[in-house]
């Protein structure tokens, strides 16, 4: 009985509503919603600087950024699944796990909601897919400053979070790549795996040395591992005579960086990241084209490199990574 | 006259009722599209089969609980998801490759559960520490088997048309959880079965003189649960169009949450599958009007926490002794 009332309930209010809902769509606002991983981590506070900073300089857009409280690909779900229901005009999402997404994502396309993604480049179902920059390439960035501050000759090897995370295994092979141009690099145990665990790191950097006395270069990969690594090396006491540069966090690999146990890192700036996603779905919006070349007026991204996509949709890639060291942690607040 | 149990599916129904005016109030005509209801009726069977199959463990008694319902369902993927191409080869009969996708993932949802089964009947552990246990070894297992990477199913139309495709207006996957939970509560309310169960949850001790086979019904009851997680598993595959080791870790707590607010008595031998269904959609009305309404993701982990231990409660106060004894008469424990 109860139910029944419910649903009478129901079709009358979706009676009513539907009177109003004309003056709701009557405004042309558009809608940019971009969904994060995880709400609360450093990295995503960053990017929502990026987010709120392009709704404030665009009018008739509005921006916001949402994100599950536990990082869980299924409240991730969950989250874009009810934007779509609120038939917001775009969304900007950054996967947990790109793959959960394409049911939900392939609906949202099919209700005409413009989908752009960041660090996706395996999602089929996008319109444009965001890459602060060519993994091997990155990987390359780091081998030329080992190499430099090495003098081109010694031991080196490299880290990775997980021989799974396939773009730590990218840069690990950019770099070695790039390093197989100068006969005297040796490349030792390469992709040592730190399960981005910096305790893991630690104690594998520790065993590299002792096994390794003379090793001169080390390319981290996860995020963590240059902590790991400079604990290990500032321990030694071989600050001076190392060469540890890889992905890290400027706050987390502060004293580090202070101490020299890490001489440089580089990472992409989630706020850029943000706001390059807002701009192309912005622009896929208006229907605009996206092209190898063009330059999206943020620093990183002058030059973009477009390509095909695993799916229907395109993969926009910048070098958008930002060199950090002693000298300029402190201007980065995460 | 009501009895505890109309008073619970009443509060229950009144309950969802009073959020979809919220949300009427709240939010407007965007919440009230048929496209928002057939949205949020593909997110309640994955939870809703979890809490059901709560709701069965915790009406065994002693403790009963399953905290490996989502590990068991998110395995039951990744070993379907290896075994069904070697029967059937998906690009020439998807059809058949779902059936066998879902066969095997039944298979391992029948294992799983009669491994619980067999440790908490037979081997009397403690309900909440063996599926403790199973849970990491189910979810280890699947880290050992994808390397921790998610498996791709790819769009293949037959499975997604399932998993997120209504029809008549009705998300089959909606469907397919109600024809379960009726089925369940047929089973609970007049097979011996269920007689039975309700009748050890309320005191094992009892049920034993009284010529209940104690051991081989936590056996089977477990090994049905296992058997609802395991369709859960399904759905997810078909939902996501892919499959994780590590998905819906927070289903466990909600999962819980479900039961306790449809009822269910953590204590045993009380619990109704109506009530368990009401209050997984009220649970997912309010999740998605907490999204309408912009609400921080934060707000809504507290909201859970704040229920649960409200609901916990309200289980434990007895409204009947302050209301006029010809309003109530305590309703017996039956389903």
């Known amino acids: 009985m109860l139910k029944k009332n419910k649903t009478i309930l129901a079709t009358f209010a979706t009676s009513i509503a539907l009177s109003y809902s004309g003056a709701v769509i009557a405004q042309d606002e558009q809608e940019i919603v971009t969904v994060v991983k995880v709400t609360g981590e450093n990295w995503f506070t960053r990017m929502e600087e990026g987010v709120n900073a392009y709704g404030e300089e665009h009018e008739n857009i509005t921006t916001r950024q949402v994100g599950p409280g536990r990082a869980d690909a299924a409240q991730q779900a969950a989250i874009v699944q009810d934007l779509i229901s609120q038939g917001v005009d775009a969304l900007a999402i950054v996967p947990m796990d ?22 996706a480049d395996n999602l089929q179902n996008t319109h444009l897919d965001l890459e602060a920059f060519d993994n091997a390439e990155f990987g390359a960035h780091f081998a030329e400053d080992i190499a430099e501050c090495m003098g081109y000759e010694g031991k080196w090897t490299s ?26 690099m040796e490349l030792i145990s390469p992709k040592n795996e730190s399960f981005n665990d910096s305790n893991r790191a630690y104690d594998l950097a520790k065993q590299i040395l002792r096994s390794h006395p003379d090793i001169k270069g080390f390319q981290g990969g996860s995020a963590i591992d240059v902590i790991g690594i400079g604990r290990a090396v500032e321990e030694a006491g071989l600050e001076d005579e190392t060469c540890v540069y890889g992905l890290g966090l400027p706050r987390d690999t502060s004293a580090y960086l202070d101490s020299g ?9 989630p706020k850029d990241a943000g706001y390059v996603m807002n701009i192309l779905a912005n622009k896929v919006l208006n229907g605009e084209e996206v092209t190898t070349g063009d330059d999206l007026g943020v620093s990183g991204y002058e030059n973009v490199t477009v390509t095909e996509g695993p799916g229907e949709g395109k993969i926009v890639r910048g070098q958008a990574w930002v060199d950090v060291d002693a000298s300029n942690w402190s201007d980065y607040p995460f | 006259m009501f009895s505890i149990k109309d008073a619970e599916f009443l509060f229950l129904a009144g309950i969802n009722a009073m959020l979809v005016v919220a949300a009427l109030v709240l939010v407007g005509s965007q919440f009230m599209t048929p496209y928002n209801f057939q949205s949020m009726g593909t997110q309640v069977p994955e939870l809703g089969l979890l809490a059901l199959g709560v709701m069965l463990a915790m009406i065994s008694g002693r403790g009963g609980i399953d905290l490996s319902g989502i590990a068991l369902a998110n395995l039951a993927g990744v070993v379907a998801f290896q075994v069904a191409p070697v029967f059937v080869v998906l690009d020439t009969a998807p059809v058949e490759y779902f ?44 880290v050992g088997i994808t390397g921790g990477s998610a498996l791709q199913l790819g769009y293949i139309p037959v499975i997604d048309n399932f998993g997120n495709m209504p029809l008549w207006g009705v998300p089959r996957t909606f469907i397919l959880f109600i024809l379960i939970a009726l089925t369940l509560a047929v089973i609970l309310r007049f097979t011996r079965f269920g007689i039975h169960l309700f009748l050890m949850g309320s005191n094992p001790t009892a049920a034993r003189f009284a010529g209940v086979r104690v051991k081989s019904l936590w056996f089977r009851t477990y090994l049905l649960v296992g058997v609802l997680a395991s369709i859960a598993g399904i759905i997810i595959a078909a939902r996501t169009s892919s499959i994780k080791w590590d998905y819906g870790t927070s289903y466990v707590l909600v999962a819980i949450l479900i039961s306790v607010m449809a009822g269910v008595r953590p204590e045993g031998g009380h619990g109704r599958v109506v ?6 959609t009220a649970l997912q009305i309010l999740s998605s009007l907490f999204n ?13 926490g704040l229920l649960l231990l409200l609901f916990l409660a309200n289980t434990r106060i007895d409204w009947g002794a302050y209301l006029p004894s010809a309003l109530w008469s305590r309703g017996e424990s039956k389903p």
């Open chain 1, 98 to 119: 790109p793959s959960t997404l394409e049911g939900v994502l392939r609906r949202a396309m099919g209700r005409g909601i413009t989908v752009i993604t960041h660090e």
């Open chain 1, 159 to 184: 880290f990775v979070g997980a021989l799974g995370s396939l773009t730590h295994v990218q840069w690990a092979d950019g770099g070695a790549e790039y390093m197989s141009q100068f006969p005297d």
């Open chain 1, 261 to 269: 146990a890490v001489d440089g890192i580089a990472f992409w700036d």
């Open chain 2, 99 to 142: 059936l066998t996708f879902s066969a095997v993932a039944l298979i391992v949802g029948v294992l799983g559960g009669a491994l619980n089964g067999a440790l908490i009947g037979y081997a009397g552990m403690t309900p909440i520490i063996a599926t403790l246990g199973t849970q990491l070894l189910f979810s280890g297992i699947a």
């Open chain 2, 275 to 280: 009530c368990v269904v009401l209050a997984a």
């Open chain 2, 292 to 304: 309408f309404m912009q609400f921080s993701n934060f707000f809504r982990d507290c909201a859970w």
